[in-house]
């Protein structure tokens, strides 16, 4: 078996090691790789059996990796809450109160979201003015760098929720994208004002009183053209969009061969595929998006992340780690609410 060792390196990640897809095989992969290439400790949590079983055929003597054990998985199909509660040592729950207890500083998982969101809000506690976490970053690679939230965990928002949404991408942009002044704009179905349903049409009068950076409405096709670097929606809009972009991105390298095989090497059709790829994948490019709102570091990655999908997700929770995003989330938001409370200052 190959050896563990106990180091004290100055970041440690808690990785779920039986979630997503392909959990703990690649799980338990991606964990080594980062600890290899980033010198990062990483504790993986899950069945030790099974664990133990996929590190034998690892290379990792001396690195910082860990293997701490659970019991049971919270599926997709669970209810996550009623799940805690059926399932209170899973290895979602107990990679989370790593967290808590300052064994790590941050958790990975690429399994249920709902779970992750639910074990965060109850384990690490929500910061002030916010009723749920919500999820957001950078969906489509190289093809723009802005930030759009939320990206599924609020399917039903009031334009409230909309504006802190507006608050934590600022902080977002701010911190990891060393955006100083980042434009914000509300994802609607035309530009103009009092385009959209009734929920944009509020959060628009909210945002246009209450931030200085607001540009207005912006349509699906301005994404791409550097309209904005903060662009908000509901959760049900915003996963739609990044399950879209995922969709196109897998069928035009699918489409690739067929089409330009006659007139490109294959070499180069390959490598315009991995570019396409990192332009609309992004499991690919950032390996996973942090849960915003919580009191800790939590990163939530796409369930058929591979190994080098779930180191960049480390990466990731090492960058708002380092970058003191919570703080700048807690201070954007606290910002907000004073300003919402006491328009006239």
């Not at 007139?263 to 490019?285: D, Q």
């Amino acid at each position: 078996m190959a050896k563990l060792v106990e180091t004290s390196p100055t970041f440690t990640v808690a990785l779920d090691a039986m979630g997503g897809d392909y959990g703990p095989e690649e799980t338990v992969a991606g964990g080594v790789q980062a600890a290899r290439e980033q010198g990062v400790g990483v504790v993986l949590v899950g069945d030790e059996t099974k664990i133990h079983e996929e590190l034998a055929k690892l290379q990792l003597d001396g690195l910082p990796v860990y293997v701490e054990a659970s019991h049971g998985i919270i599926e997709e199909t669970d209810h996550p809450l009623q799940a805690i509660r059926e399932k209170p040592t899973a290895s979602i729950v107990e990679a989370t109160k790593l967290v808590r207890t300052g064994r790590t500083q941050a958790v990975v998982s690429m399994g249920s979201t709902g779970g992750a969101m639910a074990t965060s809000s109850l384990i690490l506690g929500l910061v002030e003015g916010m009723e749920r976490p919500a999820l957001g970053g950078p969906i489509l690679g190289q093809l723009s760098s802005a930030v759009i939230l939320d990206l599924g965990s609020n399917v039903d928002c009031r334009p409230s929720q909309l504006l802190g949404f507006a608050a934590i991408g600022t902080a977002f942009a701010r911190k990891i994208q060393h955006i100083e002044n980042p434009r914000i704009a509300l994802l609607s179905v035309g530009a103009e004002e009092g385009k959209g349903n009734r929920q944009v049409r509020e959060a628009y009068s909210l945002f246009q009183e209450n931030l200085q950076n607001f540009v207005g409405n912006i349509e699906g096709v301005d994404i791409f053209h550097d309209k904005a670097d903060v662009i908000v929606c509901d959760g049900f809009v915003g996963n739609i969009l990044l399950k879209f972009a995922e969709g196109l991105g897998m069928k035009l390298i699918a489409s690739l061969p067929a089409l330009l095989e006659s007139a490109m090497p294959r070499e180069s059709i390959l490598k315009l595929g991995e570019g396409l790829l990192s332009g609309t994948n992004v499991a690919e490019t950032l390996g996973g998006a942090p849960l915003f709102g919580v009191k800790g570091v939590s990163i939530v990655g796409h369930g058929r992340s591979r190994a080098p999908n779930i180191a960049s997700a480390v990466h990731m929770a090492k960058r708002v780690w380092d970058s003191g995003m919570n703080d700048a989330v807690e201070k954007e938001l606290s910002a907000l609410h004073q300003k919402v409370a006491n328009p006239y200052g």
